[in-house]
Nanobody, 124 residues
Framework: QMQLVESGGGLVQPGGSLRLSCAAS????????MAWFRQAPGKEREFVAV??????HYTDSVKGRFAISRDNAKNTVYLQMNSLKLEDAALYYC???????????????????WGQGTQVTVSS
C-alpha cells in the first residue's frame, strides 16, 4: 500500500505561483509513475503532469509554466506552478501508478493510489 498526502494549495492571484507537495509513504516514489491531476467543479479529472521512467511530461496547457519534480530522499513529489491563470483553479490530486513504464499515464483510471487533494484557487 502507498499513502499520498498533498499540501501547498491555497488562494493566489493570476500570475502568481504555488508549489504543491505530495508526500508518499509505504512505497518509494522512485519505483512508481507519479503524477498530478486536477478536477474543477463540473469537469472531469484531467492529467496535468507526470514523472516516469522517461522524465517529466505535461499537458499542453501547463507547459512552460508548471514543473514536476521528485525528491527521492524525502519520498516526495512536487508541482511548481508559475504564471497561474484563472483556469488553473481546481482540486489537485497526486497519484501513483505501479507500472513505471506505462504508456497510459495520462488516464486517471490507470492509477493505483490517490491522495485526498489540495485546493488551488486563482482569483483577483
Amino acid at each position: 500500500q502507498m499513502q499520498l498526502v498533498e499540501s501547498g494549495g491555497g488562494l493566489v492571484q493570476p500570475g502568481g505561483s504555488l508549489r504543491l507537495s505530495c508526500a508518499a509513504s509505504g512505497r518509494t516514489v522512485t519505483t512508481y509513475t507519479m503524477a498530478w491531476f486536477r478536477q474543477a467543479p463540473g469537469k472531469e479529472r484531467e492529467f496535468v503532469a507526470v514523472f516516469n521512467w522517461s522524465g517529466p511530461h505535461y499537458t499542453d496547457s501547463v507547459k512552460g509554466r508548471f514543473a514536476i519534480s521528485r525528491d527521492n530522499a524525502k519520498n516526495t513529489v512536487y508541482l511548481q506552478m508559475n504564471s497561474l491563470k484563472l483556469e488553473d483553479a481546481a482540486l489537485y490530486y497526486c497519484a501513483a501508478l505501479r507500472n513505471y513504464y506505462s504508456d497510459y499515464y495520462f488516464n486517471p483510471e490507470s492509477y493505483d493510489y490517490w491522495g485526498q487533494g489540495t485546493q488551488v484557487t486563482v482569483s483577483s
